[in-house]
T-cell receptor, first 112, second 114 residues
Framework: DAGVIQSPRHEVTEMGQEVTLRCKPI?????LFWYRQTMMRGLELLIY????????DSGMPEDRFSAKMPNASFSTLKIQPSEPRDSAVYFC??????????FGQGTRLTVV | AQSVAQPEDQVNVAEGNPLTVKCTYS??????LFWYVQYPNRGLQFLLK??????LVKGSYGFEAEFNKSQTSFHLKKPSALVSDSALYFC????????????FGAGTRLAVHP
């Protein structure tokens, strides 16, 4: 298995632009997580999906952020409009039920 | 509030010496505890976990961790550090009874010097 696949690996965009981050979880996993990593706040859980349904989105910072999981093999995290303070590394992770989550390599987002 | 504390931003160790990276937690019930490692420009890699049973857990790359319930600690240890162990280490806890949500500590950067 190729593991959790995230794209793009790096994204540089201008303030105000829409950004879409993508994640392909490990095949067969039914839980998916989006995390954000910053120097100031460390690793924060943004949203959790179970069987493609958002269960906990309490970590989503504001309405500019949205996440979808249209099927079991794909999820997106969208920021619209983006702001410089959104610059961070965004990780996607997946797990099978309550077993160990596996992380992707992350997307480094820079908003200038 | 549920939380994980890693009191040291950075730990410096000479190669060949033992290392300890500290972690304490504050959650209700019997938590699951994890250590992950992050190498530069890489994702988080699982090192080891404690669910139940023996308080001393052995993991990847010669690392081990000791669960201490009375001190609510889960310190990561290795008897002899390698330069290649230099990385960012995260302690995480999954509160019991909840879904598979991990609460992470702030991370500790381990620097092993030749």
């Amino acid at each position: 298995d190729a593991g959790v696949i995230q794209s793009p690996r790096h994204e540089v965009t201008e303030m105000g632009q829409e950004v879409t981050l993508r994640c392909k979880p490990i095949s067969g996993h039914n839980s998916l997580f989006w995390y954000r990593q910053t120097m100031m706040r460390g690793l924060e859980l943004l949203i959790y999906f179970n069987n493609n349904v958002p269960i906990d989105d309490s970590g989503m910072p504001e309405d500019r952020f949205s996440a979808k999981m249209p099927n079991a093999s794909f999820s997106t995290l969208k920021i619209q409009p983006s702001e410089p303070r959104d610059s961070a590394v965004y990780f996607c992770a997946s797990s099978l039920r309550n077993l160990l989550p596996f992380f992707g390599q992350g997307t480094r987002l820079t908003v200038v | 509030a549920q939380s994980v504390a890693q009191p040291e931003d950075q730990v410096n160790v000479a190669e060949g010496n033992p290392l300890t990276v500290k972690c304490t937690y504050s959650v209700s019930g019997n938590p699951y505890l994890f250590w992950y490692v992050q190498y530069p420009n890489r994702g988080l890699q699982f090192l080891l976990k404690y669910i139940t049973g023996d308080n001393l857990v052995k993991g990847s790359y010669g690392f081990e961790a000791e669960f201490n319930k009375s001190q609510t600690s889960f310190h990561l240890k290795k008897p002899s550090a390698l330069v290649s162990d230099s990385a960012l280490y995260f302690c995480a806890v999954r509160p019991s009874g909840g879904y598979n949500k991990l609460i992470f500590g702030a991370g500790t950067r381990l620097a092993v010097h030749p």
